[in-house]
């Protein structure tokens, strides 16, 4: 693990990406095992960016990756948001893989007034939670340890697209329940 640290993600991406997803896969590292977390989080961040990343980085890496980010959202602001990673994760369905997205996205790009990006995080945030009530729970809470952690507040944004998800859970909860009846 020092050594994928040491070699970082520049020399993997030459001898291919998908090289460094089997060797993360056979490794299993989890947060514990983590040396030089801000390594790690720049090399997740990188991989998920990367074509191959997108599609092979498994679950456990993404959840790393937003476990590292709660501390280190601060190092990635550099790095500019990528609509096609959201566009994949919510055509490929692959629902723990986007909610692990959008709570890095929340934590590293928080969408401002206006705009694609806040458009974008905020539909695909409604989505998810009609799919996944859960996500809501689980994204307040990874927020919640992210504003805690770095003395940040959670955006109104945020808690308000939150509010409208359980709002709209709710309603379709109750209409599930009434046609059920029938």
């Given at each position: 693990?020092?050594?994928?640290?040491?070699?970082g993600y520049q020399e993997f991406e030459e001898v291919g990406v998908e090289q460094l997803i089997e060797l993360l896969d056979d490794l299993g590292v989890?947060?514990?095992?983590?040396g030089d977390k801000e390594e790690w989080t720049l090399l997740l961040l990188n991989v998920i960016q990367s074509s191959e990343g997108v599609q092979g980085l498994?679950?456990?890496y993404r959840k790393l990756f937003g476990e590292l980010t709660i501390s280190w959202s601060w190092r990635l602001r550099g790095y500019i948001w990528s609509s096609q990673i959201t566009a994949f994760l919510k055509g490929s369905q692959e629902r723990d893989k986007l909610e692990c997205w959008i709570g890095v996205a929340w934590m590293v790009w928080p969408p401002g007034t206006g705009g694609t990006i806040k458009e974008d995080i905020e539909h695909t945030m409604l989505s998810l939670f009609r799919q996944r009530s859960d996500a809501i729970r689980k994204l307040k809470k990874r927020?919640?340890?992210w504003s805690e952690e770095n003395d940040y507040q959670v955006p109104e944004s945020f808690k308000s697209i939150c509010k409208t998800g359980c709002f709209e859970v709710a309603q379709w909860d109750v209409r599930q329940v009434l046609s059920f009846n029938r």
């Open positions: 693990m020092r050594s994928v640290e040491l070699i989890g947060v514990e095992d983590v498994s679950h456990r927020m919640e340890r």
